[in-house]
C-alpha cells in the first residue's frame, strides 16, 4: 500500500531561525511528488513538484530535495507570515494522476 | 490564482438528506477531483473525472456520486448524508499529464459541510 508520512506534525519556530520538514514515502513507482502550504480556512496552494532524486526546487525562503525514499524542505531565515501547514502528496505510476497525501506539518513561526 | 469556485462555500444539513457541492472551473483543465479533509486523515480522494462524463472513483468514494456534463462544472452528491461526511470538501483540478510527467493540482478554497 502506497503510503506518506510527514514529521513532525507541528513545528515551532522563532524568526529566523532555520528548519527542514520531512516526507518519507513508500510507494510502487514515484512519478512525482509535490509539496503544498495550507492556510487555515483555506484551500492548498501548490508550492513544488520533484520527479527524480537529486532534484532540488527553490522558491524565496523555501528550498525542497528529494532522494529515492523522502523529501525535505527546508525553511531558511523564516518569517511570520511562513506559518502555514505544509502537505506533502505522492503521484505513483499507473493511477491516473491521483495523488496521496500526508498529514502534514503544522509550522509556527515567532517573532 | 487558478480561476476555480466552489459553491456552497457552507452548509449546514440533516441526517439522511440529499446534498450536491458544485466545483466551477475557468481553466478549461482536463482533470477535476473531490477530496475530503479530516482532522488526522489528511486529504483523501472521494473521485476525479478525466473529461466530460468520464469519472472514476478514489479512495473513499462509498456514499458519494460524481457528475461531469461539462468541462467546467463538477458536481459531488451525497445521496443520503450521515455525520460521518461531516468534513471540508475541496475540488482540486489539473492538466493530467504532459510529455510523461505529472502536472499539478490547483484547489479551490473547499465547502464546510456539517451533517447533523
Known amino acids: 500500500e502506497d503510503q506518506v508520512t510527514q514529521s513532525p506534525e507541528a513545528l515551532r519556530l522563532q524568526e529566523g531561525e532555520s528548519s527542514s520538514l520531512n516526507c518519507s514515502y513508500t510507494?510502487?513507482?514515484?512519478?512525482?511528488l509535490f509539496w503544498y502550504r495550507q492556510d487555515p480556512g483555506k484551500g492548498p496552494e501548490f508550492l513544488f513538484t520533484?520527479?527524480?532524486a537529486g532534484e532540488e526546487k527553490e522558491k524565496e525562503r523555501l528550498k525542497a530535495t528529494l532522494t529515492k525514499k523522502e523529501s525535505f524542505l527546508h525553511i531558511t531565515a523564516p518569517k511570520p507570515e511562513d506559518s502555514a501547514t505544509y502537505l506533502c502528496?505522492?503521484?505513483?505510476?499507473?493511477?491516473?494522476?491521483?495523488?496521496?497525501f500526508g498529514t502534514g506539518t503544522r509550522l509556527q513561526v515567532t517573532l | 490564482d487558478a480561476g476555480i469556485t466552489q459553491s456552497p462555500r457552507h452548509k449546514v444539513t440533516e441526517t439522511g438528506t440529499p446534498v450536491t457541492l458544485r466545483c466551477h472551473q475557468t481553466?478549461?483543465?482536463?482533470?477535476m477531483y473531490w477530496y475530503r479533509q479530516d482532522p488526522g486523515h489528511g486529504l483523501r480522494l472521494i473521485h476525479y473525472?478525466?473529461?466530460?462524463?468520464?469519472?472514476d472513483k478514489g479512495e473513499v468514494s462509498d456514499g458519494y456520486s460524481v457528475s461531469r456534463s461539462k468541462t467546467e462544472d463538477f458536481l459531488l452528491t451525497l445521496e443520503s448524508a450521515t455525520s460521518s461526511q461531516t468534513s471540508v470538501y475541496f475540488c482540486?483540478?489539473?492538466?493530467?499529464?504532459?510529455?510523461?510527467?505529472?502536472?499539478?493540482?490547483?484547489f479551490g478554497p473547499g465547502t464546510r459541510l456539517t451533517v447533523l
Open positions: 482540486a483540478i489539473s492538466e493530467g499529464q504532459v510529455s510523461g510527467r505529472s502536472n499539478e493540482q490547483f
Open positions: 510507494v510502487s513507482g514515484l512519478r512525482g
Open positions: 520533484l520527479y527524480s
Open positions: 502528496a505522492v503521484q505513483v505510476t499507473g493511477t491516473a494522476s491521483k495523488l496521496t
Open positions: 481553466e478549461n483543465h482536463r482533470y
Open positions: 473525472s478525466y473529461g466530460v462524463k468520464d469519472t
